[in-house]
């Protein structure tokens, strides 16, 4: 039925007498009605399980990250780094572009108070993503950052956290420096996330 009725409404445009009698306003409060029937019919359990997927990086690999951080604190090593880097730039870049995609399909069909939402959830895991993984990044090679770090699991990973934060909203360190260029990569990924989100908020006021 609902198939139909898409259908219907999509190769059989409306009376065009009936819409010539509308004043302006009322054609604005049809034309957003279709818009909001076209989003529902098109709206399918495929499409939204689609868009999940693409958090898929950036859920699992936040969460490994998490984990991972906290089980290896203090336990530095001195061989392996390059390798270790670059895959954490790639998983980076593939969480940032995955986000990134999200974001934009859910944008461009869901109304201003959608759109913000979406924003805000997106900026949330990033920042959980990429704190998590600095926090992890440290706790394997100190060398790669400097400043004022806390000394426990717990104050270090909020100081990871707390720079991932000042990144994404003000561009604060909170302290803590990057001392390491592989590093300094991954921090210009999420730097471009946080363009691409405020490019979006841009869009949202004017």
């Not at 004022?148 to 604060?172: A, N, R, Y």
Request: charged share 10%; glycine share 8%; proline share 3%.
């Amino acid at each position: 039925m609902k198939a139909t009725s898409y259908y219907y409404r999509k190769y059989c445009p409306p009376n065009s007498l009936f819409t010539a009698n509308l004043t302006p306003y009322h054609k604005k409060v049809l034309e957003q009605v279709r818009r909001e029937r076209y989003i529902s019919a098109t709206s399918t359990p495929a499409t939204s399980l689609a868009h999940m997927l693409l958090l898929t990086p950036v859920i699992f690999g936040g969460a490994a990250t998490f984990i991972l951080g906290f089980v290896f604190f203090g336990r530095s090593l001195k061989a392996g780094y390059k390798k270790f880097i670059t895959f954490m730039n790639i998983l980076g870049l593939l969480v940032t572009f995955g986000t990134a995609i999200y974001v934009y399909q859910l944008f461009k069909a869901g109304d201003n108070n959608l759109k913000f939402n979406t924003v805000v959830w997106a900026s949330a895991i990033i920042i959980l993503f990429y704190g998590s993984t600095f926090n992890l990044i440290y706790s394997l090679y100190p060398h790669t950052f400097e400043g004022i770090i806390g000394k426990t699991p717990l104050t270090q990973f909020l100081s990871f956290l707390m720079l991932s934060i000042g990144s994404v909203s003000i561009g604060e360190s909170f302290g803590v420096n990057v001392a390491d260029t592989g590093v300094q990569v991954l921090a210009g990924i999420e730097a471009l996330f946080n363009l691409y989100v405020l490019s979006l908020i841009v869009s949202l006021v004017v």
